[in-house]
């Protein structure tokens, strides 16, 4: 039986006739690298893209491959696109989905099935607004479940007519299907460029093959077997260079000189291209045939009783159609031309006039509402009340089946076709444009409609809609809040729409003000109440709780009361933070890390069960701090990388920002100081080119910490020193928010700034202990370590960084308890404790290990050497001393040492003094422990330490 791996075998040899599939005339060459493409599907994704001219063979040897993989035991998904078909959203996705959805369903979470099923036509949509990023998830996981039950190869003919929406889908997934046997092939003509971006997605598993013309004797076997008639030589040369090798053209060529008389030694005319040639052979055409053509070409997918409906009557006509080799009729139904350029100059001969009224009546017949709305649109040149309301509910149609693209194509149409006297209408219209387009990522296009809506002198509420969604795209910080607060100008006595520009605003008024923002927050809480909107009250509630907790004075009840709400009555968008989600974070900054992980982790599962993508990227992000916090940074960077994937799906430019910075803290805490510099630079230049400074400061923090890190003070105060006035103008007295206040403090103790770390400790002291901070409590500890040590207490300095390490321990910091445990350690090695100091050292290089921070585990190592330094060569034991020594660690007394030595007990005192002195030892029992350790060798080459000795 033939197998894909069969079919590998025969790469080896080359035989291409043992599949039973014969290569198509003349493409042998081309047909034996499409085998070796189909052998290799195992071996995880590829592509494999035919290109050339049209006519030129591709379908040929796309169908041939087809089969070729489908014989040999794999799946084969086929989509046959076309040009008329391209306005019509998510053919290609529903060709390739289908009844193949059956197979996978159960292997699909239930909103991603749902999701597919709907944008294939196969399910009703709900009423719930699908996200953005929701069905190319949904698609990707498709094609994942049918890749692990199996070998897969999705072929596409004629790309370059994909529809939009279903391009993007599959682009979306090439790039996610790594490891698996899901492999693409397809057909795209040579000027067209690779939308679906195999090459970027797949590197050099990604290949394409050129069609170039056929030979003479191929061309001649070609025109025998498709016209059944024999052409003397010297025609068939003529048809040759007439044609240049492109079947398509020769075999029009042969029909229109058989048609002739005297044919075919008549001179052959030679149309300037091959779309002339077929514009004459459809002229030649029956006028019945001509109109029935037209027809089928205007349908998106035409069948023989879809065709029969329109015309009145049409099998007849669908005969004389398929015997011209105009069209071929599936096992289905379905009427699909021989060559798209048939289609295209059949619709393209029809006058305009008539084009119009034919879509007029197909818009009749039409199922679809979105198919419904293209005719009528295309039926219509002046504006049309009914017309641009069917447009207006098929483009909302489309957006619920996760099309926006797709919708915004409709709704301009809609815009187009809406009377003068309807301007309402009109605007209402272009903001749903807009709305579209930002949905489907294209962000510049958006807001190319929306300055081209406000300059038309847009007013009232209408215009604070649209002022809106520009700042929702603007880029600049500075600008977006000028187009907020301009929106606000214009709300009327819309109280809904002020108290969600309100609460919108209050997030760039953050970037100045957390108490301004806070007012801001209150007027929307205000106005929610006032309207009994359940849902933005809760959003009010959660927003004034954060900025409460921002100022250090946290207030739970109103969180509280939004979770409360949100319950009841679910959350007002999805991608505002939940009120659960506020209270996670709160619990995070305050140091409460067990409790704020169960939130977070409780809070991405619903989301995920849900199929709700947006919200997932903030949860990420907040995991992802908590675990570089709690020291668990496999983890955090597992999270990170997740809300990478997201951030880059949905092209998200703030989130890109947060997800840098936070890879380079991540980074800088792993040792990666170049990734860190790269990261932070980057992460600088972004908040710069916003016109946000505030964003800079925890990318400041970041290079401040790396700098502290590897042992530079100097470079760190210049970074940090400014970091706490700018959070106090901003009113965050939050000491978790941005955990940077001890690393300031550390740097102005290094440089000896101990005015400005002893002010800057007695702030971050009375906030910590006025909220019971379970990390900020420790930290304040840790610092006021820092500056009694630089002021000489090395007492009080131990047994405060000693409660540090202790107060870390327990709420579970480990970065941080192994740098108390540090400083713990340098401060018994100060005091001359050197065995305590190892003790201290010995733990903190554990938990600098355990972390995988080797800049600190380097620190620790070098404080160890001071801690427990080896004897310099002067200071070597002389072998009397060697001899003492190892039987005292043995468990000797004195007396037994000097009867054992042939000495006095007197001389092994001295002996014994000595050895103290040299090692750094102060007991018998630490003599025999650091002889157990290793640290003190009492083996060596006696006769070079007695040369030592006398030397000395």
């Known amino acids: ?56 063979g591709k379908t040929v040897l796309l169908r041939a491959a087809a089969a070729a993989a489908d014989r040999a035991g794999g799946r084969v998904l086929l989509a046959r696109c076309a040009e008329a078909e391209m306005p019509l959203p998510l053919v290609g996705l529903g060709d390739l989905v289908d009844r193949r959805l059956l197979e996978v369903a159960e292997d699909l979470p239930e909103p991603q099935r749902h999701a597919l099923a709907v944008a294939a036509g196969l399910e009703s949509v ?42 993007r889908l599959l682009a979306f997934a090439v790039r996610r299907l790594h490891g698996l046997p899901c492999s693409f092939l397809i057909t795209l003509r040579a000027e067209a460029s690779d939308e679906l971006g195999f090459a970027s997605a797949l590197g050099d598993r990604a290949t394409e093959i050129h069609l170039g013309p056929l030979d003479v004797e191929a061309l001649h076997h070609v025109v025998r077997q498709r ?53 004459e052979r459809v002229a030649m055409y029956a006028p019945r045939i001509r109109t029935f053509l037209a027809v089928a070409a205007a349908i998106e997918r035409p069948t023989v009783g879809l065709l029969e409906a329109v015309l009145g009557s049409g099998a ?15 096992d289905d139904g379905d009427v699909r031309f021989t060559h798209p350029l048939l289609a295209s100059a059949a619709y393209a001969a029809v006058p305009p006039t008539r084009r119009r009224r034919l879509h007029a009546a197909l818009a009749e017949c039409a199922d679809d509402a979105a198919e419904r709305a293209r005719h009528l649109a295309l039926s219509c040149v002046v504006p049309s009340r009914k017309v641009a309301q069917a447009l207006d509910e098929a483009a909302s149609h489309l957006r619920a089946r996760g099309a926006p693209d797709a919708a915004a194509d409709l709704a301009k149409h809609a815009a187009r076709l809406t009377p003068d006297g309807d301007a309402f209408d009109r605007e209402e219209r272009v903001l749903a444009v807009a709305e579209y387009l930002l949905e489907a990522g294209q962000v510049d296009a958006s807001a190319g409609v929306m300055d081209e809506l406000l300059a038309t002198g847009l007013s009232g509420t209408r215009r604070s809609r649209a002022l809106w969604l520009r700042a929702v795209v603007e880029t600049s910080g500075e600008r977006a809040r000028r187009l907020a607060e301009e929106a606000l100008e214009h709300v009327g006595d819309d109280r809904w729409l002020e108290a969600r520009l309100l609460l919108y605003l209050a997030t760039y008024v953050d970037q100045s003000s957390v108490a301004e923002a806070e ?55 999805l991608r505002d933070p939940s009120p659960t989600t506020e209270i996670a974070e709160q619990r995070l900054w305050s140091g409460d890390l067990d409790g704020a992980r169960a939130l977070l982790e409780s809070e991405l599962k619903a989301l995920r069960d849900r199929g709700i993508y947006y919200g997932r990227k903030q949860l990420l992000r907040d995991l992802a701090d908590l675990e570089w916090r709690a020291g668990n940074w496999n983890r955090a960077a597992h999270h990170l990388d997740e809300h990478w994937q997201l951030t880059f799906d949905g092209g998200d430019e703030f989130y890109a920002f947060v997800v840098q910075w936070q890879r380079a803290l991540l980074a800088a805490s792993q040792g990666l100081v170049d990734e860190a510099d790269q990261l932070t630079r980057g992460a600088i230049a972004r908040a710069e080119g916003w016109h946000w400074p505030s964003l800079a400061i925890p990318v400041r923090w970041v290079r401040g910490f790396l700098a502290l890190s590897r042992g530079e003070p100097a470079v760190a105060y210049d970074v940090l020193h ?47 202990r006025a909220l019971n901070h379970r990390w900020g409590i420790p930290a304040a500890l840790r610092c006021r370590a820092l500056l009694l040590l630089a002021h000489g207490d090395a007492d009080g300095a131990l047994a405060t960084a000693d409660e540090a390490a202790a107060g870390f321990e327990a709420a579970g910091f480990r970065l941080d308890r192994g740098r108390a445990l540090l400083l713990a350690g340098e401060t018994r090695r100060r005091r001359g404790e050197r065995r305590r100091a190892g003790e201290r050292l010995d733990a903190a290089r554990d938990v600098f290990s355990t972390l995988g921070a080797p800049i600190w585990v380097a620190r620790v190592e070098s404080e160890l050497r001071r801690a427990r330094p080896r004897p310099r060569l002067d200071q070597a034991l002389t072998s009397a001393e060697r001899r003492v020594a190892t039987l005292v660690a043995a468990g000797s007394t004195n007396r037994e040492v000097a009867a054992q030595l042939f000495t006095t007990v007197g001389t092994v005192e001295v002996h014994l003094t000595r050895i103290y002195r040299k090692i750094g030892v102060r007991s018998r029992t630490e003599l025999a422990r650091r002889v157990a350790e290793g640290t003190v060798e009492l083996a060596g080459d006696e006769e070079a330490l007695a040369d030592n000795r006398e030397n000395q």
């Open 1 to 56: 039986m033939l197998t894909l791996d069969s079919i590998a075998e025969l790469r080896e040899n080359r035989t291409v006739a043992a599949i039973g599939i014969s290569p198509p005339i003349g493409r042998e060459a081309e047909w034996t690298r499409l085998l070796e493409f189909v052998g290799g599907l195992a071996d995880g994704p590829s592509a494999a893209t035919i290109r050339g001219d049209p006519g030129i």
């Open 126 to 167: 709900r009423n719930e607004r699908p996200e953005q990023l929701a069905l190319p998830h949904a698609f990707t996981s498709y094609l994942r479940a049918l890749a692990q039950q199996g070998r897969t190869l999705i072929a596409i003919d004629d790309v370059q007519w994909l529809d939009a929406a279903s391009a």
């Open 227 to 279: 016209l059944g008639a024999r052409i003397a030589r010297p025609a068939l040369a003529r048809i040759h260079a007439a044609s240049a090798g492109n079947p398509m053209f020769a075999l029009e060529l042969a029909r229109l000189g058989a048609g002739r008389a005297g044919a075919p030694a008549a001179p052959l005319p030679v149309p300037s291209s091959l779309e002339a040639l077929v514009r």
């Open 316 to 330: 007849g006509l669908v005969d004389e159609a398929v015997e011209e080799g105009a069209i071929v009729v599936g």
């Open 519 to 573: 007012k801001l927050v209150r007027r929307a809480l205000a106005a929610a109440e006032e309207l009994c909107e359940p849902q933005l009250i809760a959003a009010a509630l959660a927003a004034l709780g954060r900025r409460a907790a921002l100022q250090a004075r946290p207030e739970p009840k109103l969180v509280e009361r939004a979770i409360r709400l949100t319950s009841t009555y679910g959350p007002l968008r």
């Open 722 to 768: 400014g970091l706490p006035r700018l959070l106090d103008e901003l009113e965050i007295y939050e000491p978790g928010y941005w955990p940077l206040m001890p690393d300031v403090i550390e740097a102005c103790v290094a440089v000896g700034d101990l005015e400005e770390a002893d002010r800057l400790l007695s702030t971050l002291d009375a906030r910590a």
